[in-house]
C-alpha cells in the first residue's frame, strides 16, 4: 500500500487499485432532499446485507458481519439508514455510519444505491442525512472508497462537501 504521493509504477510491478479517502469539517452540511416517491426508514442486518450485495458485483457482506458492527464502540444505531421506494416496500438507497466518540469522528460507510435508482439523487441524500445526524456530536466525518468505480463515489461525496482528499494505491503482485 502506497499514499500516491509515494507510488511510482516502476517501482511497483502488478496490479494496481486506487482508494481515496476524504474529510468533512460538519460545519456547514447539505440540508438533504428526499426525491417524491421515497421514504426514510430503519433497516437491519438482513436487509442491509442483502441490499448492499444487489449493488455490487464483486461484494459480499452477510448479515452475521453487519450484525458484528452493533458490538462494537463505534456503533450508533442511528447511523443505520434505507431509503424505501414507497411503491414496492424494496430499499433503493442505504447508508450504515459510525462514530469514535474517543476522538471525535463520524464514519461514513456501506453507502448504496440500487443500480435501477441511479442518477436520482439519492446517494446525495443518504450521505447527507448521515451527515446531519453527525453534526453536533462528531468533529469531523471520513469516508473512503475505490476511486476507479463507474458510480464514481469520488464526484458524490465532494459534491456533499468532503475535501482533501488523500489516494492510496493497493498494488497486488
Known amino acids: 500500500m502506497f499514499r500516491d ?11 494496481d487499485e486506487r482508494y481515496f ?3 468533512h469539517d460538519l460545519r456547514s452540511v447539505p440540508r438533504p432532499m428526499l426525491p417524491e416517491g421515497y421514504e426514510l426508514t430503519a433497516a437491519g442486518p438482513e436487509e442491509l446485507a442483502e441490499h448492499i450485495n444487489a449493488c455490487y458485483a464483486e461484494e459480499c457482506v452477510t448479515a452475521e458481519e453487519l450484525a458484528g458492527y ?9 447511523l443505520w439508514i ?3 421506494d414507497r411503491a414496492t416496500g424494496k430499499i433503493a438507497a442505504s447508508g450504515i455510519g459510525a462514530f469514535d466518540a474517543r476522538i ?3 464514519i461514513l460507510d456501506w453507502i448504496e444505491v440500487s443500480p435501477a435508482c441511479r442518477r436520482r439523487g439519492l446517494g446525495r441524500f443518504i450521505v447527507c442525512e448521515l451527515l446531519g445526524r453527525l453534526s ?5 466525518a471520513t469516508v473512503s472508497g475505490r476511486m476507479d468505480n463507474d458510480t464514481d463515489p469520488f464526484a458524490l461525496y465532494v459534491s456533499c462537501g468532503f475535501v482533501h ?3 492510496w494505491h493497493v498494488v497486488r503482485t
Not at 504521493?5 to 496490479?15: L, Q
Not at 453536533?136 to 469531523?140: C, E, N, P
Open 5 to 15: 504521493d509515494e507510488f511510482g509504477k516502476e517501482k511497483c510491478p502488478g496490479t
Open 21 to 23: 479517502k476524504l474529510i
Open 70 to 78: 452493533a458490538g462494537q464502540e463505534t456503533y450508533d444505531a442511528e
Open 82 to 84: 434505507a431509503v424505501r
Open 104 to 106: 471525535g469522528e463520524g
Open 136 to 140: 453536533g456530536k462528531a468533529d469531523l
Open 165 to 167: 482528499p488523500v489516494i
